[in-house]
């Protein structure tokens, strides 16, 4: 009996889809379970696999077609229908498409095309032996050879411009998307103060080591400014709240996104009830999910919900920028580099590594004298670690 192969249901706030790469084509044998496409949402890659085993009879939407949750995309017609006796050939055909099932990332994949690896012959690290992206990068490395070095010259000719049109990603049409919407809908401003990290910095010297030897992951930046961030937070609720018609609704938990970049974009996974995270607890699921961000690996469980978003544009040299919000939150931090400068401390000049701090802030329910006073109030906690431990 022939089965429809369909665009699930992902989550509530994905509607649609594009069909990044079809791994099998029309007339392939299919085991039950094979990866048969590639889908491209608005926030994560995934795989559709056969809900049967037989024979893929149809394609209805080939590679970068739109498609929209419940789309029928493809046919496998049962084997037993399509061949009238299993012969000697049919099993033949059936083992070789077993030995061809290969569980990899969609960004695997892309690498491992890009340089020309047989991805059948890569060693998964993921869960289940799942090729990562990282495996891929390991195995181009090693097949890589020296060789005798090769010259192209890409030059033109004088007065000859070139273009090039790349169709954007879902995931980078929807950032555009959403960015638009948010100064459409939000009445934004950003307030700026700066903050003095030798504090921070020798904290982060003293205990590197112990840290690093105990919990196997280092004491960095981001756990010191999600914990400032929530002792703010609760100081000022307003700005961990959203707006849902004529109400507001303040939020008694603490879901702490944290800006990662990918490839295909800027990607927020959420650190769920950050307020009862310790810092190694913080360091290690960031570090967790900064690494399934760039295989492609995130769920859409660790980009849901969030009620605050922080964002780091110090880690590309950023010295000062506006965020722009996370609809629906109403307030984002960002983060800039840390730069030795010449301060006046205790009525002399004296060389600290400063950061620049920005809060965006939706004015429609934070009032400007709230948000520059948790702007303080983070600026207190990061230079005064010994108070975080309070929190």
């Known amino acids: ?6 665009v699930p249901e992902v ?26 496409v590639e889908l491209e949402t608005d926030k994560i890659d995934l795989e559709i696999a056969a809900p049967q085993g037989g024979v893929l009879k149809t394609i209805a939407h080939g590679d970068g077609a739109d498609v929209k949750v419940g789309d029928v995309i493809g ?3 049962d084997s037993v229908a399509a061949t009238p006796a299993a012969t000697e050939t049919d099993f033949s055909v059936e083992a070789s498409a077993k030995a061809e099932k290969t569980r990899a990332t969609p960004a695997a994949r892309n690498v491992a095309q890009q340089n020309e690896v047989d991805i059948k012959q890569v060693r998964g690290s993921g869960e289940a032996g799942r090729v990562m992206k990282r495996d891929v990068e390991a195995a181009a490395k090693v097949e890589t050879k020296p060789a005798t070095p090769v010259r192209e010259d890409r030059r033109t000719p004088d007065g000859d411009r070139t273009e ?11 950032i555009a998307r959403r ?3 948010a100064q459409s809908t939000a009445a934004m401003l950003t307030t700026f103060n700066e903050v003095d990290m030798t504090g921070v910095m020798a904290v982060r010297e003293r205990h590197k080591q112990a840290f690093k030897e105990r919990h196997g992951v280092n004491l960095g930046l981001t756990s010191f400014f999600v914990k400032a961030t929530v002792g703010a937070l609760r100081e000022f609720p307003r700005i961990n709240a959203e707006i849902q018609g004529d109400e507001m609704v303040l939020k008694h938990y603490y879901d702490i996104g944290v800006a990662v970049g990918a490839k295909e974009g800027l990607v927020v996974p959420v650190l769920r009830d950050a307020d009862r995270m310790s810092f190694a607890q913080i360091e290690k699921k960031v570090r967790e999910l900064a690494k399934a961000a760039e295989d492609g690996t995130l769920s859409l469980a660790d ?4 009620t605050f978003t922080i964002t780091n544009g110090g880690v590309f040299g950023s010295l000062m920028s506006t965020p722009i919000l996370n609809p629906p939150q109403v307030g984002i931090l960002g983060l800039h580099a840390i730069k030795d400068r010449p301060m006046a401390v205790d009525k002399q000049v004296a060389i600290r590594p400063m950061m620049y ?3 965006t802030y939706d004015h429609r329910i934070v009032d400007g ?7 303080v109030r983070v600026k207190q906690l990061v230079e005064d670690p010994g108070a975080l431990l309070l929190e």
């Open 164 to 174: 090039e049109r790349v169709r954007m990603s879902k995931r980078r049409a929807t």
């Open 11 to 36: 989550g509530e706030s994905i509607v649609d889809a594009r069909v990044a790469k079809w791994l099998k084509k029309e007339g392939d044998a299919v085991n039950v379970g094979d990866a048969l």
């Open 179 to 181: 960015l638009i919407e």
């Open 357 to 359: 701090t920005a809060l």
């Open 369 to 375: 004298s709230e948000a520059v006073q948790f702007l």
């Open 303 to 306: 980009l849901k919900g969030g």
């Open 75 to 77: 046919v496998i017609e």
């Open 1 to 6: 009996m022939p089965a429809n192969v369909v």
